[in-house]
């Protein structure tokens, strides 16, 4: 197949919350090593095996603001107006959210007996992007997309997409978000999949994930059209699996697969990428088969890029994870420093890459190559430059 | 610039397992009845033991698709092939079942996400492309159908599959609730739509009106949520229209349009 290069897409502006806060405490949690992992106190945990999560303490509410999914975009994006302004026409600036879980939580009280109509809409998946574009006054296209935690990658292809056609929008808020939530601690503890001790990517000691809650949003623009910006998206790809529901793919080749086309329409090769921000969940499955596609994809250039995985920090944000990450990566390149791998102490031998341990390493990635997986067979690379001071 | 056009549509809905069997009125077919549900053919294999409803109308909507297609599996199996999925609520049904606890099963969480039933087809058809999963009603797939486009156009894929599920049975209370976005009958519907490169210019961009193709699913099929659009391009090509088409759809206020035009 002749694969045709992408229009590079500005991104102007980031904002989060995250166990840690907004951005610049995110950043700065980051390279401090900060651990934001806690006791889950919003609900019960009790009767789980494990009660631990990256649960937000401090959330300012508003007082008509719907669900804690949107409160949490709500947050995200007063952060992200401190940094920047929706200067297009309303019609002309989309929302575009990935998400694993959507309002969920709605839905759980819907069906304890809460029968008003409001909650119900706000149980569909993409109620709370709705939400967020009605608070924001988009009036251009608003979408969800739902390639579980891969989705926050996924979301801002998708947005790029948008404004390449050109014909949508000029403008697009773009990220992830989800929620920490009794369904979908009850449905990880029951797999088994959360660790009793800390997080610890690509650690021989590693025994699972814990989840953490947080949105991430983007202020998207066309290149040629922004003023300024703190990075671009160069390319994007996704790719299934095709093998099991739950369980990656052994060989790895869905994530393979979208490294190979997110870094062709990029026009990078392996020589060019500085960084990787790896989906590192610290599960024994997935750190083993990321590293082997990434040392397959990458080559002998696989040993020689910094690697990290922010996820033993804040758990893992599922839906926000890999827009966390993309934001994580252009600040590395503005700030010349890639934080390290909170919980990583002894490496994996079946492991063996330069994941940044210990503390924070001075360099300054311009191309940051981030990767993503989900239930069901979802992967989704992204390939991003930073716009370095 | 690559053009596309639609090859073949497959449907499967509470009206039968065709375009054809749509009623001329599907509201006085319905006869007051505020759900129109869908049995699937059960897929056969251990693999599909847990499997939810949603999930084997996936499947049987892609296995309508190559029946319509005169196709065998071989022809989409690969990483030629892209999966596009759209939904506003094909989850509702799973999800209730773990937050009630009748499956709080190990095994069953993985089947409350959206991505469950991509991956169900995904792994039935050894489908290995690009992938991106919507949720939302009509206006969804109408997004998913121009991805489905760029994805061709930019050389990711050979062909695409634009696949839409809604079961409603399960949440027939909360659907009640939500009377401002769902008019009855709710039509449990699966659609499948092969997208290939063709002669035709697809473009994108907000309908200020429904087309007549739109209308014309709503009449016949009743409210099929993401499937709509679907349903639409398999009743224009049940009338022998296989040209330039217009298409729209409508979800949460905004409506969105997609035309296949000459170049």
Redesign the interface.
Known sequence: ????R?EPVAIVAAGVVTPLGDVDAFWSGLVTGTDAISRIERFPVDDLRVGLGGEIKKLKRERRGGCRASQLLFAAADDLLARAHLDASP?RVGVVLG??L?G?EE??R??AGD???RR??A????GPA?ALARRLGCRG????????CASGA?SLG?AA?LLR?D??ADLVVAGGYDILCR?VM???D???SLTRDRVRPFDRRRSGLLLGEGAALVLMARDRDARRRIGRLLGH??????????APDPEG??LA?AIR?ALA?AEVGPEDVDFVSAHGTATPLNDRIETAVLKRVLGARAGLIPMNSIKGALGHTMGAAATLEAIMCLLASREGVVPHTVGLEERDPECDLDYVTTAPRAARPRVSLSTSL??????AALVLEGDAR | MTGSEVAAVGVVTGWGRSAVALPPDAVRAAAGRRVIAVEPPRAAGERFRRATRECQLGVAAVEALLREASLGPEAIRG??TA?VYVT??A??SS??A???AIA???LH????????V???V??E????????????GAA?TI?GL??AT?LL??????RALVLAVETFAECED??A?????VRPPLVESAACALVVPGPWRA????APAPSPLEALARARAGETLACAPLIALALARAAGDAGPVTLTGEW?G?R?GLAWEAH
């Open positions: 197949m002749v694969r045709l992408t019609r998400t694993a959507g969920v839905g759980e819907a069906l029968p008003s109509a119900t809409a149980a569909l998946y993409d709705h296209p608003a979408l969800t997309v739902s390639t579980a996924t998708v997409d056609a014909a949508a369904f009850r449905g990880f029951a797999l088994r790809a996704s790719a299934g699996d095709g093998t099991h529901v739950a080749r869905g697969s086309i329409e989900g239930f069901g067979g979802c992967n | 990483d030629e999966l506003a609520a989850y509702g999800n209730r773990f937050i009630r709080s099963s190990t969480f993985p089947y409350t996400a959206p991505s469950a991509p991956a169900e995904a792994i058809f050894g489908l290995t492309g690009p992938y991106v999963i919507l949720i939302g969804a997004d121009w991805q760029l156009r930019r050389g990711q894929c050979r909360l659907w609730r939500g009377r401002w976005l473009t994108y961009a907000p949460r905004r969105a």
